[in-house]
């Protein structure tokens, strides 16, 4: 599966919903669960079928400033690439 491209619109999957309690958020699916912490939690709650990738990307790279900005970019590409071959992301 392709990398996402800047336009592209990433959103949790269908059959795919937040769930947990708001300091312990899981994403369910039908095969299991995944608890989110950290950078992985701040980049799917962007993941909301409205902000594009390159908006994701511009607003970690904001709060991550001191990070390397095409590292940032690469990491949660990957992440994305991961989850949407998992079938728990669509973009």
């Not at 958020?25 to 902000?51: N, S």
């Amino acid at each position: 599966m392709p990398p996402p491209e800047d336009s592209s619109q990433p959103r949790l999957a269908a059959g795919c919903r937040w769930g947990g309690a708001e300091d312990a958020r899981v994403i369910l699916f039908p095969e299991g669960a995944i608890k989110l912490q950290g950078t992985g939690r701040q980049v799917l709650e962007r993941c909301d079928g409205q902000r594009t990738f390159a908006e994701i990307i511009a607003e970690l790279q904001a709060q991550f400033s001191e990070a390397d900005p095409t590292k940032i970019r690469a990491d949660i590409s990957q992440f994305l690439e991961q989850l949407r071959h998992k079938r728990i992301v669509d973009y």
